[in-house]
């Protein structure tokens, strides 16, 4: 099973461990062969896993040191390393990339998705599910917008027709 893991090739398993290639091929489309090779994944994953974790946690260390003490620069006129503090970009993405994967970790939001509608549009929408629930017309974008500027008054403009507010006007004397 390992060696055909190593390999990937059952005709090469075949040979190198002296098991007919029928009988390999039969095996594999066994049910126990599949758990057998999951149960090998898992164990060579897990070792990976250790050893990455403690590559990150040694890299971790030696960043807070940078961060406490200065990273080694060399100095021309002394011909010598000398420790300096970090710069602040170099900090900023220190931060940034920790602070991610931190987020990601504690499975919360790394960024914020900004809504792109304006209020002028939400306005529209309600205004279109109000009409329809009260069986009327829809507003035009145009009249909300109106509103929204102060321009629309709809007692003065929906409820007094057009042809009344004329007649007064025109009937008013000088």
Do not use: C
Request: charged fraction near 35%.
């Amino acid at each position: 099973m390992v060696t055909y893991l190593a390999l990937g090739n059952l005709s090469e398993t075949s040979k190198i461990i002296n098991v007919p290639l029928p009988t390999l091929s039969k095996w594999k489309q066994a049910d126990w062969w599949k758990e057998l090779v999951d149960d090998i994944q898992s164990g060579e994953n897990q070792r990976s896993d250790n050893k990455m974790t403690k590559v990150i946690d040694r890299a971790l260390d030696i960043l807070v040191e940078r961060l406490e003490q200065g990273d080694y620069q060399y100095d021309q006129k002394t011909g010598k390393l000398i420790k300096v503090p970090l710069k602040a970009r170099d900090l900023e993405r220190i931060s940034s990339g920790l602070f991610d994967k931190r987020q990601l970790i504690r499975k919360q939001p790394t960024n914020i998705k900004v809504d792109s509608v304006t209020q002028a549009d939400r306005l529209l929408k309600l205004a279109e599910q109000f009409a329809q629930f009260a069986g009327q017309k829809i507003p035009e974008e145009k009249v909300i917008n109106e509103y929204i500027e102060g321009e629309y008054d709809p007692v003065v403009d929906d409820i007094i027709p057009e042809e009344i507010t004329d007649a007064i006007h025109d009937e008013r004397k000088t």
